[in-house]
């Protein structure tokens, strides 16, 4: 089952991310075992969001490659949110460069209540570049990556908030959003 993993470095900065994956000579595509990979900075550091076939893919290259080289440039071991993923889509636009990514946490929606108001959404904009979703700590949760910000904020208001009114929320939706210094996909 595949499973997404956002990794909160406090105080890390571009040229240490940087520094990190050119060590690890990726040649712009993830290693295998990971279906994708998004970077960018957040208010208190870096934040990198992966999506993995496996928890031990994930486990192991972390161990063997992730971790010596993230020690190697200073890096502070990251704050790991891991959530297991039900659906995985490529977007129209798999393969370009992805501008902003939301992770969207909606508390109350379960799997059934999700998949009807999803069926509404659909089919994706060519703008997706990537999505996942799945269950999160009561309710659903949607990480998806976007070519901008405004082609993601036109989708919400034209097709996402009229599906999820009658979706169950419990609370409103929660959405963090981070622009975008790198993105891999698997090869």
Same mark, same amino acid.
């Given at each position: 089952?595949?499973?997404?993993? +956002?990794?909160?470095?406090?105080?890390?900065?571009?040229?240490?991310?940087?520094?990190? +994956?050119?060590?690890?000579?990726?040649?712009?595509?993830?290693?295998?075992?990971?279906?994708?990979?998004?970077?960018?900075?957040?208010?208190? =550091?870096?934040?990198?969001?992966?999506?993995?076939?496996?928890?031990?893919?994930?486990?192991?290259?972390?161990?063997?490659?992730?971790?010596?080289?993230?020690?190697?440039? =200073?890096?502070?071991?990251?704050?790991?949110?891991?959530?297991?993923?039900?659906?995985?889509?490529?977007?129209?636009?798999?393969?370009?460069?992805?501008?902003?990514?939301?992770?969207?946490?909606?508390?109350?929606?379960?799997?059934?209540?999700?998949?009807?108001?999803?069926?509404?959404?659909?089919?994706?904009?060519?703008?997706?570049?990537?999505?996942?979703?799945?269950?999160?700590?009561?309710?659903?949760?949607?990480?998806?990556?976007?070519?901008?910000?405004?082609?993601?904020?036109?989708?919400?208001?034209?097709?996402?908030?009229?599906?999820?009114?009658?979706?169950?929320?419990?609370?409103?939706?929660?959405?963090?959003?981070?622009?975008?210094?790198?993105?891999?996909?698997?090869?």
């Amino acid at each position: 089952m595949p499973v997404a993993f +956002i990794l909160d470095f406090d105080g890390a900065t571009s040229a240490q991310y940087d520094a990190v +994956i050119e060590e690890m000579q990726l040649g712009g595509r993830t290693p295998p075992g990971a279906l994708y990979h998004a970077a960018g900075p957040t208010e208190t =550091g870096w934040r990198v969001v992966d999506v993995w076939e496996t928890d031990e893919a994930f486990q192991d290259f972390t161990a063997r490659t992730v971790a010596p080289a993230t020690q190697a440039h =200073g890096l502070a071991e990251p704050r790991v949110q891991r959530l297991e993923v039900a659906q995985v889509r490529e977007g129209g636009s798999a393969g370009s460069d992805a501008a902003l990514l939301q992770v969207v946490r909606m508390p109350g929606v379960t799997a059934e209540t999700f998949h009807a108001a999803d069926a509404q959404v659909l089919p994706l904009p060519d703008e997706i570049v990537f999505h996942v979703n799945g269950p999160d700590e009561g309710g659903w949760f949607v990480i998806d990556t976007w070519t901008s910000k405004e082609a993601r904020d036109a989708f919400l208001e034209e097709r996402v908030r009229p599906a999820f009114e009658t979706a169950g929320l419990t609370g409103p939706p929660a959405f963090e959003d981070m622009s975008l210094h790198a993105t891999m996909m698997r090869a």
